[in-house]
């Protein structure tokens, strides 16, 4: 006997089953160099193209437009980070994608060159 719930059951449970389908029931390593800001892109010389999972290949299109960081790349596929970064550890191990550190943040400047700089260009340009 059926009830009214139960497709609402059943896309609940395949919600949960596919991150561990997605990842070969793998998960992710502790000391991953991977963190949210960490930049990927296309490689410039991917391998020979053998056939990838449909997952695999999203994020391999996602990526062709340049550098994305891994939680923007969790953002525009809705798959949680932790899958993001798995698949993306696969791809770069296998040599499809290329991966780099964030962009460390800009180190303040003294507030006295500041004003240099500006009285500089009062100076030449009024």
């Known amino acids: 006997m059926t009830t009214d719930d139960e497709p609402e059951l059943v896309q609940e449970a395949a919600g949960l089953v596919r991150p561990y389908v997605i990842t070969n029931g793998r998960d992710l390593v502790e000391d991953s160099a991977f963190s949210l800001l960490t930049l990927v892109t296309v490689a410039q010389e991917p391998p020979h193209q053998k056939p990838l999972d449909p997952e695999k290949q999203s ?39 290329y991966a780099r550190a964030p962009i460390p943040s800009a180190q303040l400047v003294e507030r006295q060159i500041l004003e240099e700089v500006l009285n500089g260009l009062q100076a030449r340009f009024g």
């Open 59 to 97: 994020l391999l299109e996602l990526c062709a437009g340049g550098f994305l960081s891994i939680a923007e790349i969790a953002g525009h596929t809705g798959f949680p980070v932790g899958i993001v970064k798995i698949l993306v550890f696969d791809l770069t191990e296998e040599g499809h994608l």
